[in-house]
């Protein structure tokens, strides 16, 4: 288990919180898309999760500015989960190829 050790900033939370229904529709485009079983809204809990934790979101204060900070850092959070779900599909476990093995013979 991955430890973060990062405090979650009230101020950027006040921002989330204020800007909440605005974020939501325009990250909503892509709401029928799914990457290793995680949908829409699990990403947007995600990345207000990694949002939250950035020092570099706390020292926005335009609201504009903060949207277009937070779309950047959904699209990161994306990415990431679109490279983990193909590096999950590629990998080859023990007890896969030993499976493999025994319904060859």
Do not use: H, W
């Not at 204020?18 to 909503?28: F, G, T, V």
């Amino acid at each position: 288990m991955i430890r973060n050790d990062r405090k979650a900033s009230s101020k950027v939370l006040l921002m989330i919180a204020k800007l909440y229904d605005r974020l939501s529709d325009i990250s909503a485009k892509d709401r029928q898309i799914f990457y290793a079983g995680l949908d829409y809204e699990d990403i947007f809990q995600d990345t207000i999760i990694k949002v939250c934790q950035d020092p570099k979101a706390e020292e926005i204060t335009d609201d504009d500015e903060f949207v277009k900070y937070f779309l950047y850092r959904m699209k990161t959070v994306q990415y990431q989960i679109i490279k983990d779900s193909k590096r999950l599909k590629i990998t080859a476990y023990a007890d896969n190829l030993q499976a493999k093995e025994s319904s060859e013979t």
